[in-house]
């Protein structure tokens, strides 16, 4: 059976990037490869420490000998990021040398262009004849395009089978009485997610703000400032449950980025019935004319109309198009196309 390494700064965390390459490994695993996952942190198969976000210095040499060593007998290769966003060059440069003239995916959530502070990054990503380009939004194929790169977009997919999920024990957790409001917000806490804006609209709609993740790149401090001056309780954390049982215990989810590459948290909600409030970042407004009828963060006034009236009939419509666009198996049969137009099927 022929394998597939899937590599990256991190894998088999709760980033969106681990995310997604989960559920990769698993649609290249129904194809027919055995997969082995490489990363600089995280439950891996095989640990490159040099591949890490924090790697220190790591010497392009040993690390494209390592990097040698523990691809092969590979016989395609899944580049989760790591050759997209600079935030590791030496190692994005290792990568793309040993996989030279080698068959490999490039998958980009990230383009540096789209991030301010990676702008004046111009060499990434990286290009060779054998690899193909798959981007996760159509907004980055036209960018790619413009550049001089030829990229498929396929849609992250989503488990899609539910449960009403069991939001007491959550809400339990949290210290969340049953008919205290609930506003989550499933994110890591860094600046593009607006933390802020999250906060204010709770407030607004007279509800606990329930933050998910961790503050990551150094915004320790400001969310700490952020949070003892919110106007409404906070709670923080998650506890180890279900996707179904996280989401369900909210009343809502809010979701102000200014900014994603894709924006897992609005699928899930729809897939699990939860109405949410999403900033309209580009990718966003790719996604709302999709079919999604989200509610305006800027603006309290839906959501505060939509907890005192919930309408079933949104969320039933919402997840009515999660399905259709952003299912595993949409995504699957995409993964299979483009292996089968570029001779890589088992």
Known sequence: MPTCAFVSFRLGLTDGVSVVARNWQRAMTNIGFDVVTVAGEGPVDRT?????????????????????????????????NLCSIPLNLAASHATAQVLAGRSAILHHHDPPWQ?????????????????????????????????????????????TSTSDGDSSEVRQWLG???????LAHPVRAIPRKDVPAAV??????????????????GYDDEL????????????????????ADLYRAADAVVFPSVWEGFGNPPIEAAIHRVPAAVNRYPVAEELLRLGFQWMPTDDPAPLIDWLREPDPAVVDHNRRVAIEHFSLESMEEAIRSLLDEAGWLP
């Open 176 to 182: 969340v009485d049953p008919d205290e409001r609930l």
């Open 48 to 80: 490159v420490p040099g591949l890490a976000i924090g790697a220190t210095d790591p010497n392009d040499g040993s690390l494209r000998s390592e990097l040698d060593d523990v691809l092969a007998g590979t016989d395609l290769v899944v580049v989760e």
């Open 200 to 217: 204010k609209l709770a407030g607004q709609v007279g509800a606990t703000y329930w933050l998910w993740g961790e503050a990551e790149d």
């Open 224 to 243: 700490r400032r952020v949070l003892r001056a919110a106007s409404c309780r906070v709670v923080r954390g998650t506890p180890s449950a279900g996707a």
């Open 115 to 159: 991030r301010s502070r990676f702008a004046h990054i111009t060499e990434l990503p990286p290009h060779d004849r054998s690899w193909r380009h798959v981007t996760i939004n159509r907004l980055t194929v036209a960018e790619m395009s413009d550049r001089g790169f030829d990229s498929t977009c396929i849609y992250n997919g989503f488990p």
